[in-house]
């Protein structure tokens, strides 16, 4: 099978707490919802990755690129000897970049199970550098014991404007707000990722705002300062649903700098 495709496996269509425990484990063997993997060199921890994105999301942002991933039964069931034999083919390639694996989604705290299994045993049984891709707002559902085979949290930020928040997510800032100061008395590393939408995100108050708390946590490492982009315009077409942001530009090289240069001042490595 080629990175990046589809679990030639059967649909899982659980969204309900009931139907997600129940789906957890079949015969077994810790299974869950997984929408693709794909390996890459970017955003998605130190390296070259081989990132396994779970199906499934609480939050419904306006501008997520992947809106074929929010429910869960978008993907394929999957156990987590399935994906760390997968990445097992790629270890030395991994090794070679000072890469690893990153567990994304989706929202891979949807299913903390099966989430956890596949960094346990990729990172003891791999040896692999491991990253955990999160809004944060199911941070709850992260046991001390995920955590501990976890070498890096990518927090996504969305807004500091509360508001704003929920008008982009549908959901609430806090849990993710308890989420990283949490992390921060777990001295676990952090890289934040702030997404600049132009005419949403970009005022600087709201960029004032994520950059302050970001640098009051002690252990955020790196800010990445992604640039809004429609990429994901067709698939919200594909899916029969509206992509609000058709009409919302792409920032400008000024206005990322000008956003890297807040989260900067506040002595934050923004890239």
């Keep these: 099978m080629q990175p990046g495709a589809l679990l030639p496996l059967v649909p899982v269509g659980a969204d309900s707490p009931a139907e997600q425990a129940a789906a957890s484990r079949d015969d077994g063997a810790v299974s869950g919802s997984v929408h693709s993997w794909d390996l890459s060199t970017g955003v998605d921890g130190p390296g070259t990755r081989f990132v396994c994105f779970l199906a499934g999301c609480p939050l ?28 097992r083919k790629y270890v030395a390639f991994i090794r070679a970049s000072g890469g690893g694996f990153t567990i994304s989604g989706g929202e891979p705290l949807l299913q903390p199970d099966f989430a956890g299994e596949v960094l346990r045993r990729v990172h003891d049984e791999l040896g692999l550098h491991t990253a955990l891709d999160t809004s944060g707002f199911l941070g709850a559902r992260a046991s001390d014991r995920l955590l501990e085979s976890v070498d890096l949290v990518l927090l996504d930020i969305k807004s500091w404007d509360r508001e704003l928040y929920l008008r982009l997510t549908g959901q609430q800032l806090e849990p993710t707000l308890a989420f990283a100061r949490r992390l921060a008395a777990l001295r676990k590393e952090v890289w934040v990722r702030f997404v600049l939408v132009p005419g949403l995100t970009d005022p600087e108050e709201n960029v004032e705002g994520v950059a ?12 990445d300062v992604l640039p809004f982009h429609k990429l994901g315009a067709a698939k919200w077409a594909e899916l029969g649903k509206k992509f ?18 807040i989260f900067a001042s506040h002595g934050l490595n923004a890239v």
Excluded: I, K, W
């Design 60 to 87: 419904a942002c306006l501008y997520c690129h992947n809106p074929d991933t929010m429910q869960m039964r978008n993907g394929q069931r999957t156990t987590a000897d399935e994906v760390v034999e997968e990445a």
């Design 244 to 261: 609000t942001l058709a009409d919302t530009p792409t920032p400008t090289a000024a206005q990322v700098a000008e956003a890297r240069s």
């Design 212 to 223: 302050a708390f970001a640098a009051s946590l002690g252990n955020v490492t790196r800010v």
